[in-house]
């Protein structure tokens, strides 16, 4: 059985690499990393972008360039709200420029899911009471996402909220934004020389295959 996984090889110079694994599993398959029992997909390379492009902006370039992104893994800086945050507040916060959307969500729990549980469990009176009254306190709260722009990194949307003392902000995701890149096969280290003299790039890699 052969399973694909993501090998990190950083150019140097001289014949020195440096090599990260990204594996799932054991660590077992981080030791056969490590032994060498790997070789290297031919015809694509990985490349991880500057952290302010977007999708659309990446796959017209590469395009313009003559190159086929075949898997890009580029999301939005997103942030998440502690606490109850006034609507008329958040409509504000979602007219901000740097601010793509906004997402408010409430937790909601079946009638017909509850009254499985009770009966699973068996709950007295009292405490199918006591549960109802938990889960409609889960109910009334709501669950504030902020999604920004694609050209806002870490630093801008940290930035950003720091601006709203008042409001109990935190960063839930700010993914490192990367793809791969079809190229001629045998032809893989030259597009990575050439890619990484693109402003947009911030490395490349070869992409490892494990037996």
Not at 7 to 25: F, R, V
Not at 71 to 88: F, K, Q, S
Not at 103 to 111: A, K, L, M
Request: hydrophobic share 40%.
């Amino acid at each position: 059985m052969r399973y694909f996984v993501t090998i990190i090889l950083a150019l140097l110079i001289g014949n020195s690499t440096s090599l990260i694994a990204q594996t799932k599993g054991n660590t077992s398959e981080i030791q056969r990393v490590e032994s060498g029992n790997y070789s290297f997909a031919k015809g694509e390379v990985q490349v991880v972008f500057v952290d302010t492009v977007s999708p659309g902006f990446v796959e017209k370039q590469l395009k313009l360039l003559g190159y086929e992104a075949i898997n890009l893994n580029i999301n939005r800086v997103t942030a998440h709200i502690n606490g109850e945050t006034d609507m008329e507040v958040l409509a504000k916060i979602e007219q901000n420029p740097e601010v793509y959307s906004i997402e408010v969500s409430q937790t909601s729990i079946p009638e017909r899911a509850l009254q499985d549980m009770f009966e699973r469990d068996s709950l007295t009176v009292e405490e199918q009471q006591a549960v109802r009254k938990r889960f409609e306190s889960m109910e009334q709260q709501k669950f504030v996402r902020v999604y920004f722009q694609y050209h806002i990194n870490h630093e801008k949307a940290t930035a950003f909220l720091e601006s709203y003392p008042g409001i109990d902000f935190r960063i839930s995701m700010a993914p490192v934004k990367s793809g791969r890149v079809k190229t001629q096969v045998g032809k893989e280290e030259e597009v990575m020389k050439s890619l990484e003299r693109l402003i947009y790039v911030e490395s490349t890699a070869f992409v490892g295959i494990m037996e």
